[in-house]
């Protein structure tokens, strides 16, 4: 299977919070990151969490790590329409050598007026 | 910092010619990646430098691709022949090491092979 799942597709409305998702398999992940795409553009680093934090929080972001279940989740607060675009969960895997990031698939943000 | 500076933006060419995409890193990084989007594999690493030096290729689909890193401000990546399942886009990121190992991606080379 994959190394990091994440939903296809999440829409709210604007002014909702946002909760995006993602799971991975492999325990030596050392950090956790959530990247913004827009339509267009490149990847856009919007915050990440060291695997021995449970929370981070970032203004509108905060990060949920849940090492056991090896579970991330992205929530953005009072959601705004410019928050639409795909958002990828990735984790940088301990080792020499391995500093490659592994992607998700992406969770395309859909927030409706 | 300007960012991540790739080139060219959009690529179109025929099966069978080569192409060649550039990439200029953040000054002062010192490892640099290149990673291919497809609908289908997703964002996938072909390879990576660390101070000018491949450390890892194992992304490279075959033969046809290349990559060089000539000095600290700049690498290429080169299809040649270039065919139709190579059309993708192509992402350069580039990061100053450390545990963090964060990564900061270009707006990358849409290239259409017909």
């Known amino acids: 299977g994959e190394d990091v799942e994440q939903s296809l597709f999440l829409s709210v409305r604007e002014g909702d919070s946002s909760v995006i998702n993602c799971t991975y398999t492999?325990?030596?992940?050392?950090?956790l990151y959530w990247y913004k795409q827009e339509p267009g553009a490149g990847l856009q680093l919007l915050t990440y969490?060291?695997?021995?934090?449970d929370m981070k929080q970032d203004q509108r972001l905060t990060v949920l790590l849940n090492k056991k279940d090896k579970h991330l989740s992205l929530r953005i607060a009072d959601t705004q329409t410019g928050d639409s675009a795909i958002y990828f969960c990735?984790?940088?895997?301990?080792?020499?050598?391995?500093?490659?990031?592994?992607f998700g698939s992406g969770t395309r943000l859909q927030v409706q007026p | 910092d300007a960012g991540v500076i790739q080139s060219p933006r959009h690529e179109v060419t025929e099966m069978g010619q080569e192409v060649t995409l550039r990439c200029k890193p953040i000054s002062g990084h010192n490892s640099l990646f290149w990673y291919r989007q497809t609908m289908m594999r997703g964002l996938e690493l072909l390879i990576y430098f660390n101070n000018n030096v491949p450390i890892d290729d194992s992304g490279m689909p075959e033969d046809r691709f290349s990559a060089k890193m000539p000095n600290a401000s700049f690498s290429t990546l080169k299809i040649q022949p270039s065919e139709p399942r190579d059309s993708a886009v192509y992402f350069c990121a580039s990061s100053l090491g450390g545990l963090e190992n964060i990564q900061y991606f270009g707006a990358g080379t849409r290239l259409s092979v017909l």
């Open positions: 990735a984790e940088s895997k301990k080792g020499t050598g391995r500093r490659a990031l592994t």
């Open positions: 969490i060291f695997s021995n934090m």
């Open positions: 492999d325990s030596s992940s050392t950090y």
